[in-house]
Structures are given as structure tokens and as C-alpha cells.
């Protein structure tokens, strides 16, 4: 166990809806990032949050957006979701320092998100 | 942009046969490698990771991977496979320039080892 937890585990929404994804980082953690894993894909990077700020973005649009909290956990929000949004999204956790992003990651199970 | 390209999509090895699970990346600079399992059902692991010095690198289960520079190259490698090893690998790259930290992984290699 990596001490990443996410919730739900599975979910199922209807297109065009929107969606909240939680994700607990480890302990003493203060980065988290978000992955969205298609079917045969490999994790496709969304954002990271370093210390409750946006501190990077990948290739997806604006209506993928996140939070950080003060404990560190995260969230992944999806508005208006398209069929393709259908995957499994991770979120990883690690610590980093402003000199340093560069460290391990450490993953949940995922959140198992399908569209229909 | 970088990339990561990994060779195999899908590997079939009876047990004690040996692996190479082929990696290359598309990165002039510094870069930090890291190959992840996925078991069925459980959450990606970390096998092991190379941030600077010896370019052959240990991990946990048996695995090895060595980071070639001027290949762009870190193929992971085990001696002899067990059942138990049947999952998805994954190759993933972290750029140290640029980079919010993020990791670009390969789009992975399923392994079936048959009993």
C-alpha cells in the first residue's frame, strides 16, 4: 500500500454531467498530481498541485480542473463530460521542493470513471 | 515534446525464461527514469528508478534496468521470470528542465508468463 487513497473507486455518469474525483496523499506529502489512463494507454499527465497552487498542466482542456487543501489532499473536477473522459484517473503523491519537483511518485488505485 | 517509446505491447515467456522489456525516450537533457508495475487490479508500484550514478540499477523482485545515454535507452530486465510477474510495465521519464515534475510515461508492455 502506497498510503494513497482515492475515492470513489468506481463511477458511472451520464455525458454532459460533472464529475469530483478525492484523492488523500501519503503523509508528509505536499504535491499531487493527476493522471487520466485511457484503456491501453499509459497515464496521461492533467496537473500536479504543489502547496495548494497549479504548479504545471498537461494537454486537456480547461473544463478539467483541480483543488488542493490545506491538509494536501486533492480534487479532480470534470465539467461537462464527453464519452472519451471514460478511464481510469490516478492521482500520485510526493515531496517535492520548489528546487526540486523531480522525486518519486507514489500512486492510488485509481478512480474508475465511465461515461455513458 | 517528449517522449516515451516502449517496443513490446504485449509479451508471452514461460516461467524461468528471461526478460528485456525495451525503453527509449526523446530528451536531449538531464532526466530522471522510472519503470512502474501494474498488477491486475492493484495500483501501479514502483520497480525502480535511476536519478544519477551507477547506470545499472536494481530494483525490487529481481528486476534490473540499465540506463544507456547516448541510446536514449533504460530496458528493464529480469534473469528468469515467475508467474507472479505476469502484469503491465511501464516505462515513464521525468525531464529536470522545464518540467513541473510531471512524469510522460510509455503506453506499456503486458507481460503473460505461463505456468
Known amino acids: 500500500e502506497t498510503g494513497v487513497t482515492q475515492s470513489p473507486t468506481h463511477l458511472i455518469k451520464t455525458r454532459g454531467q460533472q464529475v469530483t474525483l478525492r484523492c488523500s496523499s501519503q503523509?508528509?506529502?505536499?504535491?499531487v498530481s493527476w493522471y487520466q489512463q485511457a484503456l491501453g494507454q499509459g497515464p496521461q499527465f492533467i496537473f500536479q498541485y504543489y502547496r495548494e497552487e497549479e504548479n504545471g498542466r498537461g494537454n486537456f482542456p480547461p473544463r478539467f480542473s483541480g483543488l488542493q487543501f490545506p491538509n494536501y489532499s486533492s480534487e479532480l473536477n470534470v465539467n461537462a463530460l464527453e464519452l472519451d473522459d471514460s478511464a481510469l484517473y490516478l492521482c500520485a503523491s510526493s515531496f517535492s521542493r520548489l528546487n526540486n519537483m523531480n522525486t518519486e511518485a507514489f500512486f492510488g488505485q485509481g478512480t474508475r470513471l465511465t461515461v455513458v | 515534446a517528449q517522449s516515451v517509446s516502449q517496443h513490446n505491447h504485449h509479451v508471452i515467456l514461460s516461467e524461468a525464461a528471461s526478460l528485456e522489456l525495451g525503453c527509449n525516450y526523446s530528451y536531449g537533457g538531464t532526466v530522471n527514469l522510472f519503470w512502474y508495475v501494474q498488477y491486475p487490479g492493484q495500483h501501479l508500484q514502483l520497480l525502480l528508478k535511476y536519478f544519477s550514478g551507477d547506470p545499472l540499477v536494481k530494483g525490487i523482485k529481481g528486476f534490473e534496468a540499465e540506463f544507456i545515454k547516448s541510446k536514449f535507452s533504460f530496458n528493464l530486465r529480469k534473469p528468469s521470470v515467475q508467474w507472479s510477474d505476469t502484469a503491465e510495465y511501464f516505462c515513464?521519464?521525468?525531464?529536470?528542465?522545464?518540467?513541473?515534475?510531471?512524469?510522460?510515461f510509455g503506453k506499456g508492455t503486458k507481460l503473460s508468463v505461463k505456468p
Open positions: 515513464a521519464v521525468n525531464a529536470l528542465r522545464g518540467s513541473q515534475g510531471n512524469l510522460i
Open positions: 503523509s508528509g506529502h505536499n504535491t
